[in-house]
């Protein structure tokens, strides 16, 4: 819950997702949900060339279940706030 | 995915904003199919009418048609929505046969296969 949490407080933010298959997706977070399911909105494909059949999407949906990686930008990141939910987590809250 | 009411439908990651929709499909094994959406449910199980997949070696591509597809949710990677405004691929590629671009396939599959088992000899032998 900790991370669906923390994903819907950065609805609005531009992220790269970098997924299991190497593709890595640059958008602003539209929407997640309990699977950690993402929708990004106004996408672009990090490296372009290498996946051409990406040129028309402009939004899109991507399973959790195959995201390696949400690259954030460190200025959108309460590293103070995200560690006090962690302990408090771990305790059991 | 998680079940929106009515007003919510903005703010999920539903896909019910891409019904009747052209859509990619990114699959786990790597293809890429097609299609309009029709139907979706909460494991991203999708029902695609008028398929067909998108076959791309090197600067050559081909579509494939399939029919009506029902995909199950665990090989999809991602679903896109296609924007009908824009060009779906870049300009300098080239629209081939089927039979022309399975041709490229299997040529392409000799070569990484090749790649494959002489790395496998250079790790044999140890060599970096």
Redesign the interface.
Known sequence: MLFFSYFKDLVGQEVTVELKNDLAIRGTLHSVDQYLNIKLENTRVVDQDKFPHMLSVRNCFIRGSVVRYVQLPPDGVDVDLLHDAARREARGG | ??WAGPEDIY???S?A??LDRKI?V?L?D?R?LMGTLRSFDQF?NAVLEGACE?V?VGDQYCDIPLGLYVIR??N?????????E?????PH?VRVSETEIKRAQKVEREASELRGTMRKRMEFLDFD
């Open positions: 995915m998680s703010l999920s990651t896909l904003s891409y990619l990114l786990r790597g890429k991203a998108r791309i949710g665990e999809v990677v991602l679903i896109g929505e296609m924007d009908t824009r060009e779906e691929l870049p590629m």
